[in-house]
T-cell receptor
Framework: NAGVTQTPKFQVLKTGQSMTLQCAQD?????MYWYRQDPGMGLRLIYY???????DKGEVPNGYNVSRLNKREFSLRLESAAPSQTSVYFC????????????FGEGSRLTVL | AQSVSQHNHHVILSEAASLELGCNYS??????LFWYVQYPGQHLQLLLK??????LVKGIKGFEAEFIKSKFSFNLRKPSVQWSDTAEYFC???????????FGTGTQLKVEL
């Protein structure tokens, strides 16, 4: 019973490099989300996908792109990483329809040097 | 835009002490409220949620929260904390279209033996 799976769990990048964080859920949920967590700032929504085929910006979308590849998978891409993107990234999913409860992955710790 | 405020950023308690963590939201319409917990090194888990009905909501591990509409508050309480309650606690609100959860900045709780 995997739930929400994120890869990689740890990554170190140099400024300007690109990378993609992968997320997959096996709960047949409609909605998926990417958050970043920074000390003293809580969780901030980067992008979300309310349903397959749709994506929308959250609070802090600059510097990121997303792809909802299918119902299961939602990836987050950093095209040109910056030190300000050093953070812990969480993917989450939700059945949709305003149920509210999010199911989180274990997080991906990204360091940009 | 809606916002969620958690005024206690760090709380230190002794075991068996009572706990109350504050949460206020700014939104005048229908709102669904949540408390999530993040134990050290783990991902976020749902502690409890309020959608409608009885404003006193009971969650897992002896936690409860009271929705007070007139005060725009949803404070988390526990009569007697344990060392294992050491964690970060996040209040969150779901409003409007019901697709995006807005989190507070979190409260770090440390319970000392």
């Amino acid at each position: 019973n995997a739930g929400v799976t994120q890869t990689p769990k740890f990554q170190v990048l140099k400024t300007g490099q690109s990378m993609t964080l992968q997320c997959a859920q096996d709960m047949n949920h409609n909605s998926m989300y990417w958050y970043r967590q920074d000390p003293g700032m809580g969780l901030r929504l980067i992008y979300y996908s309310a349903s397959e085929g749709t994506t929308d910006k959250g609070e802090v979308p600059n510097g990121y792109n997303v792809s909802r590849l299918n119902k299961r998978e939602f990836s987050l891409r950093l095209e040109s990483a910056a030190p300000s993107q050093t953070s812990v990234y969480f993917c989450a999913s939700n059945p949709g329809l305003g149920t509210g409860e999010l199911f989180f992955g274990e997080g991906s710790r990204l360091t940009v040097l | 835009a809606q916002s969620v405020s958690q005024h206690n950023h760090h709380v230190i308690l002794s075991e068996a002490a009572s706990l109350e963590l504050g949460c206020n939201y700014s939104y005048g319409g229908t709102v669904n409220l949540f408390w999530y917990v993040q134990y050290p090194g783990q991902h976020l888990q749902l502690l409890l949620k309020y959608f409608s009905g009885d404003p006193l909501v009971k969650g897992i591990k002896g936690f409860e929260a009271e929705f007070i509409k007139s005060k725009f508050s949803f404070n988390l309480r526990k009569p007697s904390v344990q060392w294992s309650d050491t964690a970060e606690y996040f209040c969150a609100a779901l409003t409007g279209g019901g697709n995006k959860l807005t989190f507070g900045t979190g409260t770090q709780l440390k319970v000392e033996l």
